[in-house]
């Protein structure tokens, strides 16, 4: 392939700049062109599209979001969206594209290839909820976020003796919680993997009160329930003062954290080299630190691994 195009999709992630740097200066070294499109499949419709180079990808290594922006579109979901895309794609003369972005976007990948236009899907989402990956990029990022949120808490929860019950977020994942869990210490942890069970949770709290415990910090993913319902519960039943914080967007946005970007860049180059080479169909993958990819379908078909060693590891170093 000679002309291809990158665009991002879904919710935004920290390192997806990243990627589209790489993806741009990858192309370009290999005497390709690139072509930027805006707003993910939404302007991929309309044909928001304009050639990138080297220059239009600099200054952004350290920016969070994503300079191509990014949408949700219902159009691109229908027969009449996919045809409007590829005729788009056809007239600009692009051969293949780069999709960044989560599940959602990957489906939307996965329709492209099926009508027969070549897509490299590169798993960017702080959800680190696509199962053919280890990490995708923006979870490192979101993971320090939330543990800068949870130290600062720490100090007030500390103070006056409480429990406090901090939302991350994570729908279907309880990679956010689990990590930030264990990285911030925290005395609880609720995720969308396993049943809620308030009573258990309640005795934990009650239990570490009478070793000596005079504060807790239970951490629960989205997917698992809202914290300001729980916060009465959790007051009325273990007799403690209770409050709830929810940190909602701040997780997405900010400066990627080293290892998102150098994750970023690696798959960045990698999806490129794989249209250089007409292989489209795939998904850019990191596995044992080895950058790899997948069909497709057969990523999105894998169903994610629930990491029960690192919960359990939690759960021990929560007592
Ligand atoms: O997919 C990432 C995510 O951050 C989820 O954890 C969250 O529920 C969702 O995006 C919110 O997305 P938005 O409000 O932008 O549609």
Do not use: W
């Not at 923006?138 to 019950?165: M, P, Q």
């Not at 990523?299 to 029960?308: G, H, T, V, Y």
């Amino acid at each position: 392939m000679k002309r291809i195009g990158v665009l991002t999709s879904g919710g935004d992630a920290p390192g997806m700049n990243a990627a589209i740097r790489a993806v741009v200066r990858t192309a370009v070294y290999k005497d390709m062109q690139v072509y930027g499109i805006r707003r993910g499949f939404k302007g991929l419709i309309k044909g928001e599209i304009d050639q990138m180079d080297v220059k239009s990808v600099g200054e952004i290594l350290h920016r969070g979001g994503t300079i191509l922006n990014t949408a949700r579109s219902e159009l691109f979901k229908t027969e009449e969206g996919l045809k409007k895309a590829i005729n788009v794609l056809n007239v600009f003369g692009i051969e293949g594209l780069v999709v960044i972005g989560g599940d959602g976007s990957f489906r939307g990948a996965l329709d492209l290839c099926e009508r027969g236009f070549p897509v490299v899907a590169i798993p960017g989402t702080i959800d680190n909820d696509i199962a053919c990956t280890e990490q995708t990029i923006g979870f490192d990022t979101a993971v320090n976020t939330v543990l800068e949120a949870i130290n600062k808490i720490r100090d007030t929860v500390t103070s006056h003796e409480r429990t406090n019950i901090i939302e991350v977020m994570g729908r279907h994942a309880g990679d956010i919680a689990i990590y930030t869990a264990i990285a911030g210490g925290a005395e609880g942890i609720l995720i969308p993997e396993m049943p809620l069970d308030i009573d258990k949770l309640c005795k934990r709290i009650i239990e570490g009160r009478n070793r000596g415990k005079s504060s807790s910090i239970i951490i629960l993913a989205e997917g698992a329930g809202k914290a300001v319902e729980l916060e009465k519960i959790i007051e009325e039943k273990t007799g403690m003062e209770t409050r709830a914080t929810v940190l909602g967007y701040i997780q997405r946005g900010g400066s990627p954290t080293a290892a998102d970007i150098i994750l970023a860049s690696r798959m960045g180059y990698h999806a490129v080299e794989l249209l250089e080479n007409d292989i489209g169909n795939r998904v850019v993958a990191i596995r044992r630190n080895q950058i790899v990819d997948y069909d497709i379908k057969e990523a999105l078909d894998m169903p994610k691994e629930f990491n029960q060693d690192l919960y359990n590891l939690a759960l021990v170093l929560s007592i």
